[in-house]
DNA sequence: GACGTTGATTGCACAAACTGAAATCAATGA
DNA sequence: TCATTGATTTCAGTTTGTGCAATCAACGTC
């Protein structure tokens, strides 16, 4: 019946950090005081988080989830770099296009702080690499796959960033397919001569 | 004449720091101990580095510099791309090529830490700043500037990696090339329609 | 040659991030 | 009834990182 605990620590503690990091800053708030918000202890805090940092990546994980469902669910005819945006334009249907101000929150805050900023690296790459795997798991391989990946979180991350601007209203899909035929001509804009190795 | 203090303590410091990390791993070591090893103080380390990651990225900056440099310097009629990978295949001769095994080693200490990938994201992250920096200089928008410089940085990560790879014996400007190529192979593979927005 | 300034280094005290180990105790189920 | 489970807590400890004042050889100036 009545449970030892209030429910959801995890989601309290999220909350909590949430807010003081967007009140004064990831800097200057302390995992005791976030802790403290959440009817918690520093201890449990550290339980649920590997670090102070983790609080706020707690999406990550579905988001990955999501994208490489639907890559792996996607035709196996469509080229690689097609098939990448395409699981993109559709995990972030799912999951960002609805929460935008949420989404542009969580980015302000983690533009404030370069620790932050580390972290949402890592966990870009960490997805660079779940999204490569699934490719290598459709035949192509590994240096094509990781290479595919990686132009493929390009596009999301030129994307999102034009996404989460103010004066931007179209939704999240249209601008991967922007930032996708944006980088298909900044690639194809010369031919390879001009950089080729001086007689090898 | 006689200076007050051995010289070089910073040098000192890294070589030090290299050393620890190589043998017993970068969590294992600590900044004390580093310091001692260095004939210093702990203190004395965080004068130097504003923590105990950034020891490892003293070439960091320079290579930026270096790299912005030859941007600048090459002729403006070059697309921007090539132009970008240019650059990188001019500073790479002037501060990779002759240094493999001690570049690879560094790879290898960074490969085996979370905290100095994400360090090692950061830095990269800056140095597409500069080089978008360096690109709007030419009179770029800002977005294909950033969009630019992105790609020449994941045309430099592919070549690095395979350079660093046992198998690999050819020059960091080879490898570049090729990447670069692969880049414009998969981003020209299909045309844009697949991804088209449906009925905007 | 006296003398003030500079600057790399140090000692000390301290906040905050993290960790390992043992203890608590409602809930659960056999 | 009773052993087990598991989220939480307490506590003691290590490590990172910072602010501040002090040291003292070297250096330039008068």
Known sequence: MMPRWEPDGVGRLQAAAFELFAEQGFERTTVAEISRRAGLTQRTFFNHFADKREVLFGLGSEFQREIVRELVACAGTLPPLDAVVRALQAASDAMFEERRAVVKRRYEIIAANPELQERELRKQAELTDAIAAALRGRGLDPETALLTASAGMLVQQTAVRRWTQPA?????????????????????????????????
């Open 168 to 200: 931007e209203s179209r939704p999240l899909r249209e601008l991967l397919s922007d930032a996708l035929h944006s980088l298909r001509t900044i690639a194809a804009h010369a031919t390879d001569q001009w950089v080729a190795s001086p007689e090898t």
